[in-house]
């Protein structure tokens, strides 16, 4: 997973949830003794309702996204949750991507892009904040792309 040019625009097109993802780029954990009160905010939408930044935050940050323009989402805190959310959508930009890892691991965000290496995810907890972030072909493969119904 790298970092990309802040600079480069997103197009949310019909996607809403999107404009909402991009005004929180930048929102960050801060340490061990302090906590971010807008990832807080991010964790109140799920059942987990985690007390603390340094918890897993990628589903709670879609569900927050989905939630300000007034869509339910999973209210779960795990990323596979999304799998079974919402309809099936092919990669466009503003669709929730759920990613599998060659080390196990699972996460959620919304597309951006793909070129011949990456994949481009917009999300929350990509390297402790919300930001985009190229993840690598060979080592990231999409479980599936959803879109809300609305």
Known sequence: MGNIRES???????APWLIVATREIGQKELDKARH??????YHATTTLRATAD???WCSAFVN???REVGIAG??????RSWLHWGK???PMVG????????KGENHVAFFLEETADHFILLGGNQHDEVRKSL???GQWYPLGYRWAYH
């Open 64 to 66: 927050w996204c989905l």
């Open 74 to 79: 999973t209210n779960s805190a795990e990323a």
């Open 54 to 56: 340094e918890v897993p």
């Open 135 to 137: 993840y690598r072909k």
């Open 95 to 102: 669709a929730i991507a759920v990613m599998h890892s060659v």
């Open 8 to 14: 480069q625009p997103i197009a949310a097109h019909n």
């Open 88 to 90: 099936v959508s092919a």
């Open 36 to 41: 971010n009160p807008k990832i807080l905010q």
